[in-house]
């Protein structure tokens, strides 16, 4: 089962950009479908973005279109999730899942079961 690990998180002023970072070991990664979740302070976690395994098919929650952009380098083991012109209600720790031949888009976390620990994205104002 792969291990993932998130990063890139950070304190940005509204309307920046950021460009988060899930980054797997221990499994042929390629073979993956990966989601992006969040989860603001007192929220349930909510899905983000997802991209599919074997190839770039890619599905976003409605509130995700337009300024959220996943992608995936598979010689790198690596996801990317681009969020451009952030703003305070984007404030919440971003988690990385992963499932191996996942085959539809799923936006439920429990369709997935690696997951990493997170990374804080907080959104000034």
């Known amino acids: 089962q792969v291990q993932v690990v998130e990063s890139g998180g950070g304190l940005v002023q509204a309307g920046g950009s950021l460009r988060l970072t899930c980054a797997a070991s221990g499994g042929t990664f390629s073979t993956y479908t990966v989601g992006w979740f969040r989860q603001a302070p007192g929220k349930e976690r909510d899905f983000v973005a997802g991209?599919?395994?074997?190839?770039?098919?890619?599905y976003y929650a409605d509130s995700a279109k337009g300024r959220f952009t996943i992608s995936r380098d598979n010689a790198k083991n690596t996801v990317y999730l681009q969020i451009d012109s952030l703003k305070p209600e984007d404030t919440a720790v971003y988690y990385c899942?992963?499932?191996?031949?996942?085959?539809?888009?799923?936006?439920?976390?429990?369709?997935?079961?690696?997951w990493g620990q997170g990374t804080q994205v907080t959104v000034s104002s």
């Open positions: 991209i599919r395994w074997g190839g770039r098919s890619t």
């Open positions: 899942a992963a499932k191996r031949f996942l085959s539809s888009n799923s936006y439920n976390s429990e369709d997935y079961n690696s």
